[in-house]
């Protein structure tokens, strides 16, 4: 059955440090990946995917994936974190076939501190 | 463009009572839609999708259904409600190459 794992439930950094966000899936094919961030009480936005090609994604707010099909890894980066970049971020793995569903991770609850 | 309307915001029930959600989207014909619930502190659980009008399919046995009147009306409900109801509610669409859109969801409390 197709998975993802996303091994940090809560990380915090300091603002302007580096961030990486880890993702691991389990799935029989190359899947669609993507990253969403949830505020709280707020609905999911997308900030990047992957269907093919360069297998480094730019997203919105500086963010950037690199997909490595040989680690199953889609992990998520940003040089320099801000304040708002507080929140909830969940990897996804789109199944191609059928209904196309949308497999979530567990969440990593990302703090920052000034 | 495409967009994504959910309603209500916020919802609270009580016990025992009925429950309908509604999401609509515009700018797309025959998109795939999807009901997931986030509850407290965890992750999304997708709890049904629909590939077309009248085709419903559950990913989990639980106390709500689905429908789809129209193509992009998509309906949860329930006819009574359980206090392990309680969650937020988001809707979703997709279609082959679109990528995933979301609604802003729905939390609802049962007391």
């Known amino acids: 059955a197709q998975s993802v794992t996303q091994p940090d439930i809560h990380i915090t950094v300091s603002e302007g440090a580096s961030l990486e966000l880890r993702c691991n899936y389990s799935?029989?094919?190359?899947?669609?990946l993507f990253w969403y961030v949830q505020s709280p009480g707020q609905g999911l936005q997308l900030l990047l995917k992957?269907?093919?090609?360069?297998?480094l994604v730019q997203g919105i707010k500086g963010f950037e994936a690199e997909f490595k099909r040989s680690q199953s890894s889609f992990n998520l980066r940003k040089p320099s974190v801000h304040w708002s970049d507080a929140a909830e971020y969940f990897c996804?793995?789109?199944?191609?076939?059928?209904?196309?569903?949308?497999?979530f991770g567990q969440g990593t609850r990302l703090t920052i501190n000034p | 463009s495409q967009t994504i309307h959910q309603w209500p915001a916020t919802l609270v029930q009580p016990v025992g009572s009925p429950l309908s959600l509604e999401c609509t989207v515009e700018?797309?014909?025959?998109?795939?839609l999807y009901w997931y619930r986030q509850a407290a502190g965890r992750g999304l659980q997708l709890l049904f999708y629909?590939?077309?009008?009248?085709?419903i399919s559950s990913e989990v046995p639980q106390n709500l259904s689905a429908s789809r009147p129209q193509d992009r009306q998509f309906i949860l409900s329930s006819k009574k409600l359980l206090l392990s109801d309680s969650g937020f509610y988001l809707c979703?669409?997709?279609?082959?190459?679109?990528?995933?859109?979301f609604g802003s969801g729905t939390r609802l409390t049962v007391v």
């Open positions: 979703a669409w997709t279609r082959q190459g679109y990528g995933y859109t």
């Open positions: 799935y029989g094919a190359t899947p669609y």
């Open positions: 992957y269907f093919s090609g360069d297998t």
């Open positions: 996804a793995v789109g199944l191609i076939q059928g209904a196309q569903k949308l497999v």
């Open positions: 700018g797309t014909s025959n998109p795939n």
């Open positions: 629909s590939v077309g009008i009248g085709q």
